[in-house]
């Protein structure tokens, strides 16, 4: 930990980038122990349901209309009143700007209210310290940070630091879980439907393309694999083909995750001498069982120790953002209020602007 932390910090943690409203508290000891005191989180989907997907408009309203109660069940779940945190930490970008905006907002009101000092929190750094909730992983380590809207490689150096190696040119591995689940007419949310139907399929049943074989790099495309599999989807009503089906596409994405990684392990392991190699993976398509068990095994082949999030922790929550907070707080790493919600906000802003995998628009650069 920073020189700069005396003492054990006590965040207060605000996530509402996406269809969940959570609020955590979390403590960071003087000797890196990490302590979940409260975790709630509210989620939407019954909400999102009718739509097949989350819905901007009806994201922020419910954002809106639960983040008082969300907040307060967190405190009185850990015990603990305002004057006993250390800080407050809410998620700033990337996501729905709407949603964004209400519970930053509502960290910025509690820190202004309180005297307390704001951290404004990337997302995606909440993704990637996800794993330290409830293990000791130092940094640094090579992450696959994979869920419905974003998939990258990346080297976490330490607390902020982060150098990306490989992203989607496309689609996320999460959203095409999704999309083929929905033209398979599969309930929402899709990627865990698909994936108990895929549970006793046969992935080689169906072929589904390869993207990017032949090129360098560690980047990732799932566009054709969705097209093809819908495409497939149209024309299958045999219960067993569509249970092999989905085991066909789980199959597709896990197996182009292993590969991409793979490449990332042997660059990673070249620059870093090949000892104490670290592995996570983090984020929402985490919690798919075939993804981890191909990550892991990958893993155990090259030589990485493998670690991810327990899977309460694998999706949205606060806890992952209040940990990011408190590891900036340690490093004496505050925002004002004026800090800005943000559609877009690479972990690696110099990558993404250098050598954007997409067009950089007016919100910003993707990843």
Known sequence: MSPQQKTDLTVLGIETSCDETAAAVVRLGMDGEVVVVSSIVASQIAEH?????????IAARSHVEMID????????????????????????????????????????AIALARGLPLIAVNHLEG???????????DYPFLLLLVSGGHCQLLEVEGVGRCKRLGSTIDDAAGEAFDKIAKTMGLPYPGGPALEKLAAGGDPSRFTLPRALLGRGGCDFSFSGLKTAAARLAEGVTDPIDRRNLAASVQGAITRQLVERTTKAMKLYAAAHGGQGLRFVVAGGVAANGAVRDGLQKAAASHGFSFSAPSLAYCTDNAAMIALAGAERLAQGLTDGLDAVARPRWPLDEAAALADPTHV????????
Do not use: C, N, Q
């Open 49 to 57: 349901r009718p739509y097949g997907g989350v819905v901007p408009e």
């Open 69 to 108: 109660g969300v907040i307060a069940e967190a405190m009185a779940k850990a015990g603990l009143g305002f004057a006993d945190l250390s800080g407050v930490a809410a998620t700033a970008g990337p996501g729905l700007v709407g949603g964004v905006m209400v519970g930053l907002s509502a960290g910025k």
């Open 127 to 137: 993704h990637a310290v996800s794993a330290r909730l409830d293990s000791r992983i």
């Open 360 to 367: 950089p628009g007016r919100k910003g650069a993707k990843a």
